[in-house]
């Protein structure tokens, strides 16, 4: 059997600066450690470029089972010798900032200063107290040992032999040297290379990108032609994209579409608090239900919300759906939800931005949900009322999919890939008129019914699960055909 290589290079610089998950980051995991657990860790391994070194390396895959999740502790320590500061010594209301040692140690004075103002309101909105601050600082929380792993570590070159498969799933663009080695292994190991594709935005819609961010995507699809054997599209369009896109320069590859998954799952964390004791009931398990999230994403859920989850950043259409909620909740009779929006901030929203700022969230219309964590994103998934995506283009769609493995519809656009998620299980918009997002979010809106009518299509749904996914990938790299499965 071939050894299959499967490129982290992309989470080992995402986990070096970052301690949550990003959506190409939580498809090349799941994938990984779904391959793990079929094929063992004989014949698979983990692969990165080491930028110190500028060599690419192999270690082995075992640490892998031992992750129910993305998690950046054990991630941290396997590629740097040393994990983020752990949740054990990360004070309370600093989960976020517990791999920015800058903006940890300015939030730790911050929180100190209104420890000994007194000031409980100040840990209450983050979930915790000032009882809970001192204990930390008294050191009252255990403080277990942390693991330490010492992979070896492997030149790929030495390693591969000719057949064998490199298998990149993430993103690897602008990285120095690393087109080049990817070259070295085609040319000289006789490595077959595949590179999955999870959109072609920067050059689609390049009016949305930042920096020279276009024309740097340009030049390494046009690279990466020079040593892939063959390429994943992350949905039919991205597929037909690709495909135009080798056309226009003369290539042909072949490409195989391995759609992504409708699904969300909550896995609860090593550390998360433990359920209260007591029988069970409704009460309990509503106090259950929100152990381990902030106030301030709990509080959220005090009136009904329509969610928006992402990057906040101008191809996502904020403003347009913004001032379609700013005629909503200017209607006479009409029950409006507030809109959340679930993300981190973006770029080119200075419209958006004034907006906001202008109006004071719409009067109260608009709220935020700062960077929540999967288990706070679960909670708001299952709270909201539906979802919006009216994105002016998507290689797929996450959150449309996520949204619906909680049973939710969404005002969704008609364009690109966003489709072949939703189905025809949500209401669909033009993204480039305010008229018809309007109209989509009053319809779900104005008439439960038919909202219900959606949500019972989903709830007779098989949705494409992560396992799918993998199968799919299994199929493609054991060279076996790929079977049609129900979507």
């Not at 986990?15 to 990003?22: A, F, G, L, R």
């Not at 980051?25 to 110190?52: C, N, P």
């Not at 080119?348 to 202008?358: I, K, P, S, T």
């Amino acid at each position: 059997m071939k050894t299959h290589f499967f490129d982290v290079t992309d989470i080992v610089l995402y986990v070096e600066k970052e301690t949550s998950v990003s959506g190409i980051q939580r498809v090349s995991f799941e994938v990984i450690k779904r391959m793990v657990d079929r094929h063992g860790t004989q014949f698979v391994h983990l692969s990165y470029w080491d930028r110190a070194r500028r060599e690419y390396v192999a270690i082995p895959s075992d640490f892998i089972a031992e992750m129910d999740e993305f998690d950046p502790d054990i991630l941290s320590a396997v590629f740097f010798g040393k994990g983020a500061r752990s949740r054990q010594e990360t004070a309370p209301t600093l989960e976020r900032y517990r791999n920015r040692p800058m903006k940890y140690w300015f939030h730790y004075l911050r929180s100190s200063f209104h420890a000994m103002r007194g000031n409980e309101a100040h840990f209450n909105k983050h979930n915790s107290s000032i009882l809970e601050w001192r204990n930390f600082k008294a050191g009252v929380l255990p403080e277990p040992e942390p693991k330490t792993y010492d992979l070896e570590r492997t030149l790929v070159s030495k390693m591969a032999q000719k057949g064998d498969r490199l298998v990149v799933l993430g993103a690897t663009w602008a990285i120095d040297g690393l087109d080049a080695c990817f070259q070295g292994l085609a040319d000289n190991q006789g490595v077959e290379i595949s590179q999955l594709i999870h959109d072609l935005i920067p050059i689609i819609t390049p009016e949305h990108i930042a920096g020279d961010f276009s024309q740097e995507f340009y030049r390494w699809l046009k690279t990466s032609m020079g040593y892939c054997t063959s390429y994943f599209g992350n949905s039919k369009n991205t597929s037909k994209d690709l495909k135009a896109f080798m056309e226009e320069i003369g290539v042909e590859r072949p490409i195989q579409t391995v759609p992504l998954a409708q699904k969300f799952t909550v896995v609860e964390s090593k550390t998360a608090p433990k359920p209260m004791k007591g029988p069970a009931g409704p009460y309990k398990t509503r106090v259950d239900r929100t152990l381990g999230l902030r106030r301030e994403i709990l509080n959220l859920s005090k009136v009904p919300f329509v969610l928006v989850v992402g990057t906040m950043e101008s191809r996502k259409n904020i403003w347009r759906l913004a001032q379609a909620w700013q005629r909503l909740s200017r209607e006479e009779g009409l029950n409006v939800p507030k809109l959340v929006f679930a993300g981190k901030p973006g770029w080119y929203n200075d419209d958006f931005n004034q907006l906001m700022r202008g109006t004071d969230n719409l009067g109260g219309w608009v709220q935020f949900a700062d960077r929540p964590t999967d288990t706070e994103l679960g909670y708001l998934y299952e709270t909201c009322v539906f979802t919006a995506m009216v994105s002016f283009y998507e290689g797929w769609g996450l959150p449309i999919g996520e949204g619906l493995s909680f049973g939710k519809t969404g005002v969704v656009a008609d364009n690109s890939s966003m489709p072949e998620v939703g189905g025809d299980m949500v209401e669909y918009c033009d993204a480039h008129s305010l008229d018809s997002i309007h109209a989509a979010c009053r319809k779900l809106i104005a008439d439960p019914a038919h909202r219900e009518a959606l949500e019972a299509k989903i709830a007779a749904t098989k949705l494409r699960t992560w396992d799918d996914v993998t199968n799919d990938f299994v199929d493609l790299l054991s060279d076996a055909p790929l079977l049609e499965r129900e979507k």
